[in-house]
């Protein structure tokens, strides 16, 4: 077996900005280094750091491929821990999928007030994908979604080539849980990998569980990304946490729309608002998930005032859109979330707020053909 090094040119990792050099290998990150130092929440350092849309890319004639891998994964109380999986796909099929069960289990209670976590110790591991379609082909490995990585090693037994160079377009995604897709059965099969591969387009991924919250950070890295498209899908954790009223979150959409736009005068942009909430479709935010399902809080009406619900965040995102493109910018466009997961869909909501692995596979599937298809914004991009 041959090793490779990271940073091999002839080697790509495809949907991270930063790989951050450890101990013993790299850890891949869907945020550039700088924002290191504004984090507004340790949360969403971590979430940046699980790699969901992140995958290793190479061109080579090898029959085996091992991967030495720290995963650091996730455990809610009472239920198993969930599945560090890792997809490898074989000229854009899937031909293997392997997970990871050895490293540290990050395991939260959320049934506690507050929320209990505890780490439990592990230790790194190798991923074999072995009897590999024989010849020349480009070979995708995509990191697991659910667990932050650290990649130790990589070997084949083969030959590693140059890229070939792609004419595919780079499309960045911004949202929240719902879009780094946890519940999926595996990291190709989340709801924005779903559409890119239905698409053929190449993926950046930048949906961050519970960490969706306008964050001037995010909107200036995708200013200045090498990116042709854009979407955000806006709006679900504002409500959860209750972190805006009405009046600070039209004006921060506004805000995060201006700083795109100011390195990206002409790029299509997306705007998605939320899918099916139904605790929440017009009961104001903050939610709590009692390790079944999410429930609203019920305050009293004096504290009301401006609070978000979902059927409200809609009718927000649709009219700043319609406003910013009859002021000149056609280039901007709105999706109405219901069109991806509606209530037709109800029997794929588990917990009333996150679609299961069927749920993430058909809303990428739907955005594929509203968004890439005839007519949709991304179309003719």
Known sequence: MTPIAWDDPRLAIAGAFHLKPTAHGIMPRRLPAWTEAQMPDPALGVMSFMPSGVRIVLRTDARRLELEVLERGLQFAGAPRRPATFDLLADGRLI???AATDGPTVVIDNAARPPAIRIDPGVASTLVFDDLPRGLKT??????HTATV????????GELLPAEP????????????????????????????????AAGVDLMSLGFAGQCHLDGLVARTLRDADVDLISLKLGINLLNMDSMRERVFVASVHSFLDTIRDGKPATPILVVSPILVPAAEDKPGPTLNDGQAIYVVERPEALMAGALTAR??????????GRRRAAGDAQLHYLDGLGLFGTADLDDLPDGLHPNAAGLRRMGER????AFGPGGAFAGA
Not at 367 to 370: P, W
């Open 96 to 98: 293997s999928r392997v």
């Open 367 to 370: 955005f594929a053909g509203l």
């Open 150 to 157: 650290e990649l130790r090693a990589l070997r084949i037994d």
């Open 166 to 197: 792609s004419a595919r377009r780079r499309w960045a995604h911004y949202g929240s849980s719902i879009s780094h897709g946890m519940e999926a059965d595996g990291p190709s099969e989340t709801w924005p990998a779903t559409a890119a591969r």
């Open 139 to 144: 070979l995708e490995l995509w990191l697991c």
């Open 312 to 321: 409200r965040i809609r009718d927000l995102l649709s009219d700043i859109v």
